[in-house]
């Protein structure tokens, strides 16, 4: 079976971190992917305790998510956190609506702003890649996507493929694992729950107990060479819910 981490962006409602890691490492998660709230403002100390209460519950952080500005304004800054964490690859997760190109060439321009982003990451001889939402996928005026543009401005890029948005964006998954597999370094693994069902949830549901096919996709995705499977829910109402049945689900795919 695959390691599997969990996002820890999952349980920003439900602090402390602190309680969340022993949790997490006896439901079987053996990494979490940190965010932008775990470390863009620490100091070194802040930096080393949470490496040091990762390490007491044997969990570490392979991967991290940084947003654009961060990578473009500070590398030397998110070298040091990913050096002082342990990451292996970094990750740009989204762009605000209003910073968001209208057209290819303007998706496409910024696939060559994220690779120029990442060139002292790759150059530290970490992973860098974009991390999907749903506005990827829809379709622009030539019939390209920005998912498509962005790939073809930043050709050295890997992804983080978040399977249900890429649903929510209408596109059918499998279709873009088998365009973009070579890209795909790391998977965001969560469900979506049935139409009308956890509202108060913004319709997510935890793994395995929602409308996206994992027992397929699991498998095709470790045919690529996948390294990180990492757990997701945007706006869970029960964290302990969420790492139990999602890492139980996650055992039989």
């Not at 920003?12 to 775990?38: M, S, W």
Request: with cysteine; proline share 5%; hydrophobic share 40%.
């Amino acid at each position: 079976m695959s390691a599997l981490g969990f996002q820890l962006y999952s349980a920003r409602n439900f602090q402390p971190f602190a309680d969340i890691f022993p949790r997490l490492k006896q439901a079987g998660y053996t990494h979490v992917e940190g965010y932008g709230a775990n470390y863009a403002d620490a100091d070194q100390n802040a930096l080393q305790a949470l490496k040091a209460d990762l390490d007491r519950n044997g969990l570490t952080m392979p991967t991290g998510h940084f947003s654009i500005e961060m990578l473009e304004q500070q590398p030397q800054q998110v070298l040091s956190i990913a050096r002082i964490l342990g990451m292996e690859a970094i990750y740009c997760p989204y762009l605000m609506p209003d910073q968001r190109p209208t057209d290819a060439a303007g998706w496409r321009a910024f696939g060559e702003r994220l690779e120029k982003a990442g060139k002292p990451i790759t150059d530290a001889g970490l992973t860098f890649g974009w991390h999907n939402h749903d506005f990827e996928f829809v379709a622009l005026a030539d019939g390209s996507t920005p998912q498509d543009q962005i790939f073809a401005g930043g050709p050295s890029l890997t992804w983080e493929a978040d399977i249900a948005w890429i649903i929510r964006g209408l596109a059918n998954p499998f279709d873009w694992i088998e365009r973009y597999g070579k890209c795909i370094t790391a998977v965001h693994v969560k469900d979506i729950a049935a139409a009308g069902e956890n509202e108060d949830e913004d319709g997510w549901a935890d793994v395995g107990h929602g409308t996206v096919e994992w027992k397929a996709l699991v498998p095709a995705l470790r045919q690529l060479g996948v390294r990180h499977f990492i757990v997701e829910h945007d706006n869970p109402k029960d964290i302990d819910r969420l790492i139990n049945r999602s890492a139980a689900s996650f055992k039989s795919f």
